[in-house]
Structure formats: C-alpha cells, structure tokens
C-alpha cells in the first residue's frame, strides 16, 4: 500500500452519521490495486457544519468527494454548477473539483446514482428501452431512478407505489419536467399489483430488506414476479436480498443492488483518478466484508 506523503490526494465522503459507508473500502481498494497515492476517509460532519467542511476541503485542495444523508440537497447551495442528472435527481452525491494548476477553477456536484443503476442493464437495453416499470418507494433514490428510466431507458409508463400514496403523487409531480414522453402514476402500494405485474422490471427504492433486517420484504407474496421480468434492488447488504431470492424462485431475473453501488463509485471514481475503477478487485473486497459481517452476527 502506498505510505501517505505530502503529496497524497485526499478523497472523502461526507455524511451524519457515516459509520455505516462502505465507500472508504471500495475506493481504499481501487486506489491500492492501481498503486494510486490518494487516501478516500470517511467524515461525520453534521448539517451546520457542511459549508465549514466543504471549505476545508477546498483548503486542503482535495480531489474529489461524497456526499451521502442528510447533505445530498443541502450542498446544492456549495457547488459552482451542477450536472442535469444531479438537478434532475434532486441530490448531488459527488464532489468533483476543477483545477487549473493550484487554482480551483470551479466545484461540479453530479449524480452518479443515475449512471450507477443503468450500469448492470447495458446488455438488457434493447429489451427494456420503452418498456413499463414498476418502482416501489417515493424517497431521493426513487427520484434518481425514475429520471434514469425516463431519459436513459426512454420509458413509455412508470408507476411509483409507495406507502404513502402522497409522497408518490409529489414525486411524479416533481418529475414531470424531466420525464419527457413518460407517463407517470403514482399508486398506494397496496394497489400496486396490477402495474407491477404488468412491467418490464420493478425496482426495489427503499431500504427494507437490508441488514439486519435480511428477512424483510417491501414486496407481498403474490403470483409476481414472473420469469419474463427483472427485478432490481438498490439494497446491496446482503448481495440477495429476500426481494431478489423471490424473484428468483418464480423465475425473473435478479439484479443486487451491490451492481449499482460498485458503479456508482466506479463513476465518481473515474471523474477523480481519470482511471477505470477494477470492479473485480472492488467486488471481492466487498463480498469479503460482508462475508464477515454475517459470520460476525452468527456467533
């Protein structure tokens, strides 16, 4: 591992509280496997004090950072511009500064998340593109993804079920200037049925199903899902969440959501190294962790 110098670029993510991230560990293991003289840290910095952290970090002449919960909206206000998907989404969850020699020229927020869901389904574009989708949850990753699916996927329907029906009815709301052709609906996820039946891939949005609650499910048994269709789920802890063994057991095919956390860091990644992130090693690490996570918990 490369010893920390003088001239070792800081990366960081930034967040209250952060002692849950698994962000210092992909990227620890990128920049190690690349021989890469950066150091990613991880920062609890609470609301007030983000504008003094982001600050700090131009001071130090940081390289580039995260922002996770509570200050994905709030930094909007500390960045010179901001990329179409990140005001699309609502949220910045990346920190991109540009230099000319010393001098910072301007601080770019983006979203990675958008790029990072798409990721995994390049080599099902054709099959998806103009499709009907389900996405189940109305919280800042449903926005992100419905602007994916809207832009990038060109959808022709997306139903937003949540369990408060009012929070789906404001996101559609919020989206419709993105959303170009695509018809939005929000429904009570109770009433979901039908429209998830109906579509090409249904998208897990919220946390439930993580651990330590594996066992948990935002999906009620029912005759879906069915082998023509995807299920996605943004959860990656555990890698097969009992969202994804379900759909797997009736046929659909299954994507983790540990997919799109290792491309949205291979995104952000990219804008700060200008090198490829090697997802492989990334991967590895990762199962490692959780894999000892799990044998941790069953003692």
Known sequence: MTQPDSSTKLLCVLGHPISHTLSPLIHNAALHAQGLNYSYLAFDVHPEHLGNAVSGLKALGFAGANVTIPHKRSVFDLVDRLTPAALAAGA??????????????E??????????????????????????????????????IVYALSSLLEASSITVAARNPQRAEQLCRDMEGWAGSTRL????LQSAEIPVDNAAMVINCTPVGMAPHQHASIWPDSETPHENQIWYDLVYNPVETAFLKRAKMKGATAISGLDMFVAQGAASYRQWTGKTMPERIVRNALKKWISARRQENTR
């Open 92 to 105: 910045v969850n990346t920190l991109v500064p540009v230099y000319e020699g010393d001098e910072l020229l």
């Open 107 to 144: 601080l770019v927020g983006d979203n990675t998340d958008v790029e990072g869901f798409v990721a995994p389904l390049r080599t099902r574009h054709a099959h998806l593109k103009g499709g009907k989708f389900a996405v189940l949850g109305a919280g800042g990753a449903a926005r992100a």
């Open 185 to 188: 609906a929000p429904v009570d």
